[in-house]
């Protein structure tokens, strides 16, 4: 079993950054798929990055602004948010899909491993 702590959320002003923090509680080899994902009320939870083998895919609308990397010896992964905007708001979620050796995936259907999530406001 895999469980997933996030931190890092919090409040920034629009154009500001933020890092999000995702800590695994055991090793997350190279046959997973990580990724973070977003959910704001009223809406469903939707992909934001994804990261597998050393590639990552990115949703369009945060594409040149935010960025996921991953520090597999510490497991950890990270997301980078820069540029932010107020549609950014909501709570997110780290997840894992173990095992996986395919390409990254933005699909929240296909992750068995999720943590509690972290809040993020965006204020204009």
């Known amino acids: 079993q895999v469980q997933l702590v996030e931190s890092g959320g919090g409040s920034a002003q629009a154009g500001g950054s933020l890092r999000l923090s995702c800590a695994a509680t055991r090793n997350i080899d190279s046959r997973a798929c990580m990724g973070w994902f977003r959910q704001a009320p009223g809406k469903e939870r939707e992909g934001v990055a994804s990261i597998s083998r050393g590639s990552a895919e990115y949703a369009d609308s945060v594409k040149g602004r935010f960025t996921i990397s991953q520090d597999s010896a510490k497991k950890m992964l990270y997301l980078h948010m820069t540029r932010v905007k107020a549609e950014d708001t909501g709570m997110y979620y780290c997840?894992?899909?173990?095992?996986?050796?395919?390409?990254?995936?933005?699909?929240?259907?296909?992750?068995?491993?999720w943590g509690q999530g972290t809040q993020v406001t965006v204020s204009s």
């Open positions: 997840a894992a899909r173990v095992p996986w050796i395919g390409r990254p995936l933005l699909s929240p259907k296909l992750y068995n491993h």
